[in-house]
């Protein structure tokens, strides 16, 4: 599916982030053949191999949330734990009767989708939620409704009409100071997504989808926003270095004392506000991004420095920037200061390749002793993990 998703980010550059993108919706037609991506034999695999507690897997049927108990078995173990069992019974004769499926986060479920996900997190440079809705009625699930984040849309079976109707305020948020009034009036476009055709909706349009005939099945992206309230939140830890900022609010102080402590206030904040704020703001959310968790089982200690072992980077938002001749990889919280001959190599495993050690070794002109001290070293720090042979 490498090509596939290859297809799908390069449609998402250029003019799409010049113009669309965090202003319109888009619509692509065909844009590959998404089949392969996730069908409906991974998502019973998911549903049999899965414990998929409510709210992870839900029902939605006209706009309302089917009780889980409804196809839901609960049982009780030994050791006093509550566990919930799909009962497919219970979920056709639901499905049967109008129910839309959904499926949270299927991205840490199945690799494939993760692997998707990763990499429009490093299109993007943010944190991507990717959920699965399944239908078989012309109904919609949830009526119409918007979502606190942009979003990627890939119909990969079947088709889903969507009606959109724009935005009632500007970027909203879920815990805002004021709600979104609900639009009056028809959709100002009505989309039918086909199998293979993407969907991009921004943040706050209000929107409601229905399957036209037949089932349908597509995953919705969803871009974790980082807005100017992050960044001023992001500033003010940035500038615990000044004595203003640690001090006390003079709350029981005078007229003047308040005053010149806000016009102090005010002057640093603003000198800190410089131009290239933003651009700091975006290294520091790549440089501090966990990634996904990836352990390197059975190696708990030195990896050996064995040519056959995998390395990959666990993060798809690290970063190199140059340091004096040198070269800086910033991962997962955590930052390396290393010889330029190793950039190449750096620069693969940045962009989400899978390399070798000895594909490191030949490319980067360092012994299989270095290269395993290197994965050993990115390892401890959670910026990387090792693994056998696909």
């Not at 909203?172 to 959709?187: C, F, I, N």
């Not at 830890?237 to 102080?253: D, E, I, K, Y």
Request: net charge negative.
């Amino acid at each position: 599916m490498t090509t596939a998703i290859d297809a799908a980010v390069r449609s998402l550059g250029g003019d799409f982030l010049a113009g669309a993108f965090g202003r319109s919706f888009q619509h692509w037609s065909q844009v590959a053949d998404l089949s392969g991506l996730f069908n409906w034999d991974d998502l019973n695999d998911l549903v049999a191999r899965h414990r998929l507690d409510a709210p992870r897997l839900r029902l939605f049927n006209d706009g309302e949330q089917v009780p889980p108990y409804e196809y839901l078995h609960t049982s009780v173990t030994k050791r006093s734990e509550v566990r919930h069992r799909v009962e497919p019974s219970g979920l056709h004769r639901q499905i049967g009767a109008g129910a839309s499926l959904v499926l949270d986060a299927v991205d840490k479920l199945h690799p494939g989708v993760q692997d998707l996900a990763e990499t429009l997190e490093q299109h993007f440079r943010t944190d991507v939620q990717a959920n699965l809705y399944a239908s078989w009625h012309p109904t919609e699930a949830f009526g119409i409704h918007w979502d606190d984040h942009d979003t990627v849309v890939f119909q990969l079976e079947g088709a889903k009409r969507w009606n959109l109707y724009g935005a009632t305020r500007t970027d909203p948020l879920r815990l805002d100071v004021e709600a979104p009034e609900k639009p009056e009036g028809p959709p100002i476009a009505e989309v039918v997504l086909q199998a293979g055709d993407m969907l991009y909706v921004p943040r706050g349009w209000w929107h409601a989808v229905a399957a036209t005939e037949g089932r349908s099945l597509h995953l919705t992206c969803g871009l974790t926003p980082a807005t100017g309230h992050h960044l001023l939140v992001w500033l003010a830890g940035q500038l615990l270095h000044s004595p203003t900022l640690r001090a006390n609010v003079p709350t029981v102080a005078g007229p003047a004392e308040r005053t010149a402590y806000a016009e102090q206030l005010r002057k640093e904040v603003s000198e800190a506000l410089h131009p290239h704020i933003v651009s700091e703001f975006t290294a520091s959310l790549d440089a501090r991004d966990p990634g996904r968790p990836a352990p390197s089982l059975p190696y708990i200690g030195d990896v050996p420095a064995d040519p056959g072992l995998v390395l990959a980077l666990t993060t798809a938002r690290a970063a190199l920037v140059g340091a004096d001749g040198a070269v800086v990889l910033r991962a997962a919280g955590h930052e390396w200061e290393l010889h330029p001959s190793v950039r190449p190599v750096l620069e693969a495993l940045v962009s989400g390749a899978r390399l070798t050690f000895g594909e490191l070794a030949e490319r980067s002109g360092l012994t299989m002793e270095q290269v395993a001290a290197l994965a050993t070293e990115l390892v401890s720090k959670d910026a990387a993990a090792v693994s056998q042979p696909r």
